[in-house]
Each structure stands twice: as structure tokens, then as C-alpha cells.
T-cell receptor, first 115, second 112 residues
């Protein structure tokens, strides 16, 4: 596997379900990100982890819970979501602390539908 | 005012045409700038980074005007495969609190 991978690629869930999105990066990066992309809207940053520490929580509702066990893996735990949470969830990674650290590389995304 | 503003288009151009997109940003302290390309239902992919006044890569040229706070992307000799949405992205902040701010994107359709 190369680059940034995400699973599952598609997810349909009810409002009472609990599910998790997984992201793995194989680029040797030390920063990872969750973004949300809704139709006709710009990408919205949700969470940032640098060296496994959360450094940004962009006013995300608590029904989204991130977890970063190491610098290669990132999870997004979902519970009691709302239909308006349906979107494409993208994971990205980058180097932190080097000159070009803000170049981010994205995974293919998980397309989430909440019924 | 949006932090990063782009004309959503669509820009419809014939093959071989030259097309330019502009993007304006509101934070004068922004430090670095990027153009990403996003195909329909796919993830954004880094097209160009702009750290000084501009950058050129083959048919693509990006220019930065800090005084006027805008970035442009010029595509020469357009190909059908250039059809996509082009995202203007601005990095603002410093230390471990900086983040990327994405524009809404400009859609390009290259016609035969």
C-alpha cells in the first residue's frame, strides 16, 4: 500500500448506529487531518493531530470523536449522527516541522450517508 | 468576506485554449499557497505549491501577488484531461496551529 488509504470507502448508517472510519498513511508523515466535504461547500477542517497530539478541533460536534494511536493511523468514531452529517470525509497527512510541511496528501475519502 | 474566494465557474473552453483562474484571500499573514486539483467524486491532489512570487510546471503557471492578496493559475494548451475542479488553498498560522483554508473551487470543462 502506498500513500494514504481510507476504509470503508462507502458507509450507510442509521442515526442510532456507531461506526468508525479508518485512515492509514504510508508516507512517513507525522501530522494527520480529518476534513469534511459537503456538496457545494469548501473542504472543512475538522481535526489536526501533530505527533499524535490533537492540536486543532474546529468546533466539531461531540458526535464525532477522533483517535490517533500513532503517527500512521487515524480514526474517526461516529455515533448518533444526523442526516446533515452525510458528506465525503477525507483524511490527509503531511510532514510537520520541515520546510514544506503544509503540503498535505489526501486519502480517497469515505462517502458517508446517514439515514 | 470568505477567507478564500474563487469564481466557481464553470469555465468551458476548447482543447488547446489558455485559461486562467484567480483566487483572493483575506488573511494578509498567509504564508504559503497551493493549487489542488479534484476530479469528480475523488480526493484533492496537490497540483502546485507557491512559496514565493510564482511557480511553473509544464503547462501550468501559478502566480502570487501578496500586495493584492490574490493567486492565479494559468493553464496553457488545455487538454480534455484537465477537466476538473481546481481548489485554491491558503496556509495561515504558525507553529503547530497553522492550517489550510480551502476555496470552493473553480470547475473547468475542456471540450473537444
Amino acid at each position: 500500500e502506498t500513500g494514504v488509504t481510507q476504509t470503508p470507502r462507502h458507509l450507510v448508517m442509521g442515526m442510532t448506529n456507531k461506526k468508525s472510519l479508518k485512515c492509514e498513511q504510508h508516507l512517513g508523515h507525522n501530522a494527520m487531518y480529518w476534513y469534511k466535504q459537503s456538496a457545494k461547500k469548501p473542504l472543512e477542517l475538522m481535526f489536526v493531530y501533530n505527533f499524535k497530539e490533537q492540536t486543532e478541533n474546529n468546533s466539531v460536534p461531540s458526535r464525532f470523536s477522533p483517535e490517533c494511536p500513532n503517527s500512521s493511523h487515524l480514526f474517526l468514531h461516529l455515533h448518533t449522527l444526523q442526516p446533515e452529517d452525510s458528506a465525503l470525509y477525507l483524511c490527509a497527512s503531511s510532514h510537520f516541522g520541515q520546510g514544506r510541511w503544509n503540503e498535505q496528501f489526501f486519502g480517497p475519502g469515505t462517502r458517508l450517508t446517514v439515514l | 468576506r470568505k477567507e478564500v474566494e474563487q469564481d466557481p465557474g464553470p469555465f468551458n473552453v476548447p482543447e488547446g485554449a489558455t485559461v486562467a483562474f484567480n483566487c483572493t484571500y483575506s488573511n494578509s499573514a498567509s504564508q504559503s499557497f497551493f493549487w489542488y486539483r479534484q476530479d469528480c467524486r475523488k480526493e484533492p491532489k496537490l497540483l502546485m505549491s507557491v512559496y514565493s512570487s510564482g511557480n511553473e510546471d509544464g503547462r501550468f503557471t501559478a502566480q502570487l501577488n501578496r500586495a493584492s492578496q490574490y493567486i492565479s493559475l494559468l493553464i496553457r494548451d488545455s487538454k480534455l484531461s484537465d477537466s476538473a475542479t481546481y481548489l485554491c488553498v491558503v496556509f495561515a498560522g504558525g507553529g503547530n496551529t497553522g492550517k489550510l483554508i480551502f476555496g470552493q473551487g473553480t470547475t473547468l470543462q475542456v471540450k473537444p
